[in-house]
């Protein structure tokens, strides 16, 4: 019974392991009881102030918020694309803080330096771009020297540095310095051409890779073109003043700078040897190839400059050496020097391949072979080079001016004209020292470049330099070839292309215009020495008109010469001196162009002076000079003032004062009067205006005397005119009733008047047939022929212009005098002036019966005291 019991409560103890639980389908299970919750809950940390940003506030950050003192420091990373970053990141805070710059340039720079001999090329190329661009341009203004000095060290280094590159580059560096500070050259002169010339010994690694000896040539001409000798063909004030200094600069007049020049002047002469050397390596390779490529043609050509331009220190600076460290120094170096260059240079010329060229290649040999040549030619200043080899040369200069050598050449015409100014320089010395038939050879040459070449170009400003000098030759070179027989149609044919050259360039290249002007100065100046230059000056008037006027169905085309600069006005009125004999053609065309409304006073008056003068030594005959001082007098058109054009009344009697000026210093002044009274009394009978007629008038009461010069058909002809002239001025000046104004208008009526009142005091008959007209053409107005027409306001107008005429006579002290004794001509005047009241008094309105009425008591003044 017991152990039943216990069984029983064994089994009831004991439950069930695992209790199936039964899902629906679709329910998502539950997460297991012993699952981990990877739930994550937290809250930020808000901090009062962020460290860095705090650091930063204030400061000049790049667009990627970098300070310049970070930049500065990632530019010495171990990783070259961060230090390429760097850089640009200065570059772009320097762009947008230009200030930073000023204010820490020192700093950089000395930060900066240290990745000129950088191993990484793209480091070194964005240094390059950051210095040329950014801190060289914002450092300008500042004293350069110590920031130069700062960066020279590191130039230096990297110039001696056993990568290649890095010591091409480093040229590249020092070119620049050169740009932005010249005299750095003269200051590391020493080093700078050591090492040049170590440079180019080596021509192991430049043959394979030319591209790369570019550079160091680029900056070896830029430094050499600063050396006092050179004078480019183009330049700007700066670079003259700049130039001007560095010469004054080094001239050798102190012990130092004559011995820093010594020093120069022994480098170059090894330099010259080591560049021939470095060409001669080029020579073999240029004419295998069957087009010169580019870069062997920036080698050759950037030596050939360097050599030229050495050269020609190297020449300037003999005679001066010679008298520094004696005569014999100065002969071992020119010696020495001659024969590298004839040795090595000059042997390999003319450059050309063996291969059948294109265009381009012939372009290229084309202009090497021009720069050999102008070496040459300056070797020969000091010692003539053999005959043989000379010729060759002059054959070659002949050639190319005959356009055969680049005949065949597409690169046009533009081209080949740059490229022979620098042959022209020794036009002039060659045709003075060489005889016979290569003088003739090279001046007709000379001639056919001269006419072919285009008008506007820089080769025709250095042929007419060319021509100047041999046609109006310096100390330095003889006389013999303007006075050689064979040689002077060619320069009848240069004088005679002058003038056609002048009208050509027209006013569009006044430069070009200035050089033939001032070529034709000079021509005239000294032509009288040759009697046939002189007959061909003289003829260049005909072909000069142009210049000046020309009448195309009967109206006037003004020239360029009106629109021309100033300087070159004056020097074209300038050659009119110098004209044997002025025709009457060119003087009219001159006379036309005076008249213009565009031409400058001061010009006009300086042609009046120019032509006196040369009437005064006989080159202009007395009826042409009185015909075109008359010409000026009645063809001015005089503006008023108004709106539309500014008054040039002014101008218009000055120039009558200086043509009066003229008038009567031409002589005996009755012989004058009696060659202008005919003239000026037809003048005056034409009905000029006012203001012209005034002038006449003037300038005949300026040749008159007392009693009058005036035959008796003049006076006659003056008494049909001046009654219709007298009235004119009255009316075209009006009367005006203020006070202030009153006193002008008396005045300028005076100014009109007072040459025919000194025409009436010098010739009673004069005035008595002028009142007795005037009384006439009252009595007209109320004639029986008249009919019964209305007396018209414009009639009144006149009537009361005679009046006015009298009353001014009258206030005349002297012709109040004369008028005394015309009392008969003024007693008819008043009678028919009572007629005229009388006989149209119905017709007339209220208004002109009034005037008419005035104007008798207005003339009681006169008739009372008469």
Not at 193 to 203: S, T
């Amino acid at each position: 019974m017991v152990r039943t019991k216990a069984t029983s409560m064994k089994q009831q103890k004991r439950g069930i392991d695992f209790k199936k639980i039964k899902r629906k389908i679709g329910r998502k299970l539950p997460p297991p009881k012993n699952a981990t919750n990877t739930e994550i809950k937290s809250k930020a940390i808000v901090l009062p102030e962020q460290s860095v940003a705090s650091e930063k506030a204030g400061l000049a950050v790049s667009k990627k918020g970098l300070t310049l003192k970070e930049l500065l420091q990632q530019t010495a990373h171990h990783n070259s694309k961060v230090r390429k970053d760097a850089l640009l990141g200065i570059k772009d805070l320097f762009l947008r803080h230009p200030a930073e710059l000023r204010l820490h340039r020192y700093a950089v720079i000395e930060k900066l330096r240290e990745r000129i001999s950088d191993d990484d090329k793209v480091v070194r190329e964005t240094l390059y771009q950051l210095l040329k661009s950014v801190v060289f341009p914002g450092c300008k203004e500042d004293n350069q020297g110590p920031f130069i000095s700062l960066m020279m060290a590191y130039i230096f280094n990297a110039m001696t540095h056993l990568a290649i590159d890095i010591r091409l580059m480093a040229f590249k560096f020092f070119d620049l310095v050169v740009q932005y500070y010249p005299p750095s050259f003269f200051n590391y002169a020493e080093k700078i051409l050591q090492n040049f010339e170590d440079i180019l010994r080596n021509n192991q690694f430049y043959l394979q890779d030319k591209g790369k000896l570019r550079n160091a040539l680029a900056c070896l001409v830029n430094c050499l073109l600063l050396l006092p000798c050179n004078k480019r063909d183009v330049e700007s004030n700066e670079e003259k003043a700049a130039e001007k200094r560095i010469l004054h600069g080094y001239e050798p007049d102190s012990p130092s700078k004559s011995a820093g020049f010594s020093f120069i002047f022994h480098k170059l002469r090894d330099l010259v040897a080591v560049l021939v050397n470095c060409f001669q390596d080029f020579v073999p390779l240029a004419h295998s190839l069957p087009v010169l490529d580019s870069q062997s043609y920036d080698c050759m050509l950037s030596i050939v400059q360097s050599i030229d331009l050495a050269v020609m220190f190297y020449v300037r600076w003999i005679p001066k050496s010679a008298s520094l460290y004696g005569v014999a120094d100065a002969a071992i170096w020119d010696q020495t020097l001659s024969s590298v260059l004839i040795k090595k240079l000059f042997i390999v010329f003319p450059l050309n391949s063996t291969h059948h060229l294109s265009a381009k290649g012939d372009d290229k040999y084309f202009v090497l072979n021009i720069l050999i040549t102008k070496i040459f030619f300056h070797l020969t200043e000091f010692s003539w080079p053999p005959s043989d080899l000379l010729e060759k040369y002059l054959a070659f200069i002949e050639d190319a001016l005959l356009g055969k050598i680049c005949r065949d050449m597409r690169t046009g015409k533009p081209f080949q004209e740059r490229n022979l100014i620098s042959l022209l320089s020794f036009i002039p010395k060659l045709v003075s020292q060489l005889a016979g038939d290569w003088r003739s050879r090279l001046v007709q040459a000379f001639t056919k470049t001269f006419k072919d070449c285009n008008p506007e170009s820089s080769l025709k400003l250095a042929c007419l330099s060319t021509i100047q000098k041999m046609l109006v030759p310096e100390e330095e070179v003889p006389l013999q070839f303007a006075s050689d027989p064979t040689t002077l149609d060619y320069q009848i044919a240069w004088m005679r292309e002058l003038p056609k050259l002048l009208v050509a360039l027209g006013d569009k290249h006044p430069s070009s215009s200035q050089a033939v002007l001032r070529l034709q100065l000079q021509l005239g100046q000294r032509s009288s020495s040759s009697s046939s230059l002189e007959w061909e000056y003289n003829q260049m008037q005909f072909a000069l008109g142009d210049l000046y006027s020309t009448c195309q169905g009967g109206h006037t085309c003004y020239g360029p010469f009106v629109r021309l600069p100033r300087d070159c006005q004056e020097l074209a009125v300038c050659c009119l001196y110098y004209f044997s004999c002025l025709e009457s053609i060119f003087l009219k065309s001159i006379a036309s162009c005076c008249l213009c409304d565009d031409l400058d006073p001061s010009v006009l008056f300086r042609i009046i002076e120019v032509l006196h003068s040369a009437f005064q030594v006989g080159r202009v005959q007395i009826t042409d000079h009185i015909s075109f001082f008359i010409t000026l007098l009645s063809h001015f058109r005089v503006f008023p003032e108004s709106d539309v054009k500014i008054s040039n009344l002014g101008t218009f009697k000055s120039m009558t004062s200086a043509i009066d000026s003229c008038l009567s210093q031409m002589g005996d002044k009755p012989l004058v009067f009696q060659i202008l009274e005919n003239i000026i009394i037809e003048q005056i009978s034409s009905k000029l205006p006012l203001d012209n007629t005034c002038a006449m008038l003037r300038i005949l009461v300026s040749l008159d005397t007392k009693p009058t010069r005036l035959s008796e058909p003049s006076i006659i002809t003056l008494s049909n005119f001046l009654p219709g002239y007298l009235i004119d001025v009255v009316l075209c000046i009006p009367e005006n009733h203020d006070k202030a104004m009153k006193s002008t208008q008396i005045c300028s009526c005076r100014f009109y008047l007072l040459p025919c009142f000194f025409l009436f005091d010098r010739s009673h008959k004069l005035l008595s047939l002028v009142l007795t007209l005037m009384g006439s053409l009252i009595k007209s107005s109320y004639s029986l022929h008249s009919g019964p027409t209305q007396y018209t306001a414009e009639r009144a107008s006149r009537v009361d212009a005679m009046v006015s005429v009298l009353l001014l006579m009258h206030k005349d002290v002297k012709l109040r005098k004369i008028l005394s004794s015309s009392k008969t001509e003024i007693n008819y005047f008043s009678q028919n002036l009572y007629h005229l009241q009388a006989s149209k008094g119905k017709n007339m309105k209220l208004e002109e019966r009034h005037r008419i009425q005035c104007a008798l008591d207005r003339l009681k003044v006169v008739t009372s005291t008469s």
